[in-house]
């Protein structure tokens, strides 16, 4: 039987009594190839191979490979083993030590923890494809350009002195994202002691040393004790929450904002607004938020969260409007007690996913809890730059 030259799919034979079976097969294929992300968590202190045995998707077959450690069995740098097929792969190193993703007898490229490369095997060796062929050869890893991005979050106003406390703010994340640093700044220093700042999933800290800024500096980057993270896989949809720990004895500093860099593993971007703030109790009504579109997008998915849900019969419903007409169809709800969109009983539907260069978007809360009716709100859409 016949293959693709470098997936090595079945090719469709003559006069096949299923030939659906066979099509479909290829189809899927293609699509794991593209869209499909596996993760692979090294079971034992040694050097780990992309199988290529079994039905498809087999390992390699899968578009990106996501690395991880989560026993921490690592001590050192590792290979990681692809088949000396010709295949472009997306590697996620989400391990501790520095992974050289290369064939059995060729050269290969150096992955670093906490990044994640897009490389090329020729069949014979792997090479970084951001930097283009024949730049083979080991310890040439760099992360993805076309991935990277940075999600700012400011926890106060520029003038009111911060306060301590959890969950200063809420959000969720919309897409599975990979961080490899975090930072945090202030507009006023605080003075007679360091601020410090800590950011949760799910409830959990994902820092083993908490974001500091040191008495009478503006930025985390010149601490004398860094930031060390602990958990760099973030999950789609996941509860994300900040907390201000410590602030200044003396001026307790203003003006807060953490930046959490690193990237996304598929290739989305993501606008998110706070329509309201984290503690009033929200009032339904019209043109909430008014802003205009940076540039032409292609929504692919809407979302909306709180931080505290909604409760009562009525279900939270938000409107979103390009020049005065809503391009939902199905509006976006989020059930009794939910604080996420995603969970909704009916999801929302999109009529319009053209949003045009310069529009006038505005979004509405059509209706709020009945018992409480919620606080926090923010409305993320997702898509693509046209």
């Known amino acids: 039987m016949t293959t693709t030259p470098n997936l090595l799919l079945n090719h469709l034979e003559e006069n096949a009594s299923s030939p ?10 293609i699509d794991y190839a593209i869209n499909s992300v596996l993760t692979i968590n090294f079971a034992s202190d040694a050097n780990l191979t992309i199988t290529a045995t079994g039905a498809v998707p087999q390992q390699w077959q ?38 050289t993703v290369k064939t059995s007898a060729g050269t290969g ?4 923890p906490a990044t994640g490369s897009s490389l090329q095997c020729d069949g014979t060796n792997v090479i970084n494809l951001l ?3 024949g730049s083979g050869g080991s ?20 003038v009111d002195d911060m306060t301590a406390g959890t969950a200063k703010v809420t959000f969720r994340m919309p897409y599975q994202f990979v961080i490899t640093d975090v930072r945090a700044s202030l507009t006023t220093a605080a003075t007679g002691a360091n601020a410090q700042f800590d950011i949760n999933e799910g409830g959990v800290s994902i820092l083993s040393s908490k974001l500091t800024i040191d008495a009478g500096e503006t930025t985390s980057t010149t601490a004398t004790a860094p930031v060390v993270i602990s958990d760099a896989n973030i999950a789609d949809d996941a509860l994300i929450t900040i ?20 990237y996304k ?5 993501i606008l998110m607004f706070a329509v309201t703030d984290e503690t009033t109790e929200i009032i339904a009504g019209t043109g909430k938020v008014t802003f205009r579109m940076p540039y032409a997008f292609t929504l692919s998915e809407v979302r909306a969260s709180l931080t505290t849900a ?13 020049a005065g007409t809503s391009i939902l169809s199905t509006k976006i709800t989020l059930d009794a007690s939910e604080t996420t969109s995603t969970t909704a009983a009916t999801a929302a539907v999109i009529s319009d996913v053209d949003l045009a260069d310069d529009a006038e978007i505005t979004i509405d809360i059509d209706q709020a809890g009945n018992v409480t009716t919620g606080r926090g709100l923010k409305v993320y859409l997702i898509g693509e730059q046209v």
Not at 20 to 29: C, F, M, Q, S
Not at 109 to 112: A, E, H, P, R
């Open 310 to 322: 909604a409760t009562g019969a009525s279900l939270f419903t938000v409107d979103i409007n390009e």
């Open 62 to 99: 899968n578009g990106t490979i996501i690395l991880t450690d989560t026993s921490v069995f690592l001590t050192t740098s590792r290979s990681v083993i692809v088949p000396d097929y010709v295949r472009s792969y997306r590697i996620i190193n989400n391990t501790a030590q520095t992974l």
């Open 20 to 29: 659906e079976v066979r099509v479909n097969e290829l189809a899927d294929g």
């Open 243 to 262: 907390d201000i720990d410590t602030i200044g004895s003396t001026i307790a500093g203003a003006g807060a904002k953490i930046t959490i860099i690193g």
């Open 109 to 112: 490229i150096d992955v670093l």
């Open 139 to 158: 310890g040439g890893g760099g992360g993805f350009t076309g991935f990277g991005e940075s999600i700012i979050i400011p926890l106060g106003n520029e």
């Open 131 to 133: 930097e283009g062929i």
């Open 265 to 269: 593993t598929i290739q989305k971007e």
